[in-house]
C-alpha cells in the first residue's frame, strides 16, 4: 500500500549508504521531455567540436496510459540549441507486427505524440521506433524490451530545510526548501534491476480576476516543472545487494511563488535494461539541473538510435522502452511555513503593473496549459 507522510525536521528518516545507489543523475537527459521548467539553470560550456546537421532524438514508450510524446531536433555548428525537426515521420513497432504512427503536435516544434490507439506497452513486449526524415534519410532505435517493475514505491514524504546560499551579488541569503523523499520496496534481489527515478512539479495559477462589464473570469493554468537544487537517481542493481531503499532524496525546491496556491510533485519510477542504464549513466555530468539538453549545446553522446542506410552516422540522444510507476503528494499553501502574499490577486489599490506578467497572461509562463491535470 503506497503511504504518504509528513516528516518534521526529517528528523524520523534513516540515514542511507549512499553507496548503495550509484551517483546521482545531475539531470534527465530529455530534449523538451517533462516540460522542463525555465528557473535555475546552470550553463554548462561543452569543449567538443560541434557538428551541423545531426539528429538529436528524445523520447519514450511506457505502460502508461495516455499521450505519448518523441522530441526531434538538428544540430547546428555553432553553440546554439538544437532546430526543431517539424516534417518527420514517425512510427513506433510492436514485436507483435502492429505498428502506430505519431503525430506532429503544431504547438510545440519538433514534438511528435502517440495516443495509444492501438498499441498499449506491456513489459515483456519489444518496442522500437522509426524516423523518417523529409531528406529520406531512415532512422531506428534498437529493439527493447520492457522491463517488468521489481521495486514498489512504498512512500512519500517531506519536510522543510532552511539553507543559507550567497546571491549573484555577493550576499548571504536564506532560503526555505521543500525536500522530498521515497522508500522503495525492491521485491526481488535481481542484478537485472535497473531503475530511475523522474520528478515532475506542477502547480496551479490562478491568473488576476479583473472585474468587467461581462463578468469574464479569466481560466487558471497549469505549469509544469522539474524540480531544482537536487539531482536524479539512479540504481543499479548488479552491484547491489539491498531488499529496501530508504529516505532517497529525490527532490529539493525553494519554497517560491509557484506554492502560492496548489503544488504537486510526481515521483516515476522507470525500469530499464543494463544499456539504458549506462547510458544516463554517461551523461550525468553533461547536462543542467533541469534536465534537456535543448537547454544548453549538445555534448555529441549516441545513444540507441542509428541511421538504417549509414552505421557511421552518429545520433544523438536516446529512445527508452520503461515501464512506469508513480507516486505524487499536493502542497497546499496552509502547508508551508512561510506568509505568502497572493500575488494575482485583484485589488484596487494596484495598477496594472504591480502585477507580475503572469498574472495577467498565465500562458506566458514557460510549459503552462489550460489543461487540467486528470490528478489535479
Not at 163 to 168: A, M, N, T, V
Not at 283 to 291: A, E, F, I, P
Request: net charge negative; glycine share 6%; proline share 5%.
Amino acid at each position: 500500500m503506497v503511504s504518504f507522510s509528513r516528516k518534521e525536521g526529517n528528523k524520523d528518516l534513516k540515514t542511507m549508504n549512499l553507496s548503495l545507489v550509484l551517483p546521482s543523475v545531475r539531470a534527465l537527459l530529455a530534449i523538451w521531455l517533462c516540460l522542463c521548467s525555465g528557473a535555475c539553470v546552470e550553463r554548462i560550456d561543452f569543449e567538443v567540436e560541434r557538428t551541423a546537421g545531426q539528429l538529436v532524438v528524445d523520447g519514450g514508450f511506457t505502460n502508461e496510459e495516455g499521450i505519448q510524446r518523441i522530441r526531434l531536433g538538428e544540430t547546428v555548428a555553432v553553440v546554439r540549441l538544437p532546430l526543431p525537426v517539424e516534417d518527420a515521420h514517425v512510427r513506433l513497432y510492436e514485436d507483435s507486427g502492429e505498428f502506430e504512427d505519431y503525430v506532429h503536435d503544431p504547438e510545440e516544434p519538433g514534438t511528435y505524440l502517440l495516443h495509444g490507439t492501438k498499441i498499449q506497452g506491456k513489459p515483456g513486449h519489444s518496442y522500437f521506433v522509426e524516423i523518417t526524415l523529409a531528406n529520406g534519410r531512415v532512422y531506428r532505435s534498437k529493439e527493447e524490451e520492457m522491463q517488468p517493475q521489481q521495486a514498489m514505491l512504498d512512500s512519500i514524504y517531506y519536510d522543510f530545510s532552511l539553507e543559507k546560499e550567497i546571491s549573484s551579488a555577493g550576499v548571504v541569503i536564506e532560503n526555505t526548501y521543500i525536500n522530498a523523499y521515497i522508500d522503495v520496496e525492491l521485491s526481488q534481489l535481481d542484478r537485472t534491476t535497473f531503475l530511475r527515478w523522474d520528478v515532475e512539479e506542477v502547480f496551479l495559477l490562478t491568473p488576476t480576476d479583473e472585474p468587467d462589464p461581462f463578468g469574464f473570469v479569466p481560466p487558471p493554468c497549469y505549469v509544469y516543472q522539474y524540480p531544482s537544487a537536487i539531482d536524479l537517481n539512479l540504481y543499479d542493481g548488479s552491484v547491489n545487494d539491498i531488499g529496501r531503499l530508504e529516505g532517497l532524496k529525490v527532490a529539493s525546491q525553494v519554497l517560491d511563488w509557484t506554492f502560492q496556491e496548489k503544488h504537486y510533485f510526481t515521483v516515476k519510477q522507470l525500469g530499464m535494461n543494463q544499456e539504458a542504464f549506462d547510458y544516463w549513466d554517461n551523461v550525468r555530468d553533461l547536462l543542467t539541473n533541469v534536465g534537456s539538453i535543448f537547454d544548453t549545446p549538445p555534448a555529441p553522446l549516441s545513444g540507441n538510435v542509428f541511421n538504417v542506410n549509414d552505421s557511421s552516422e552518429e545520433v544523438l540522444g536516446y529512445f527508452g522502452v520503461s515501464s512506469v510507476s508513480e507516486i505524487r503528494f499536493a502542497v497546499l499553501r496552509q502547508d508551508i511555513p512561510l506568509d505568502q502574499v497572493l500575488e494575482c490577486t485583484y485589488s484596487q489599490d494596484k495598477y496594472y503593473l504591480d502585477y507580475p506578467a503572469r498574472c495577467w497572461d498565465c500562458l506566458s509562463v514557460r510549459n503552462s496549459t489550460y489543461t487540467r491535470p486528470d490528478f489535479f
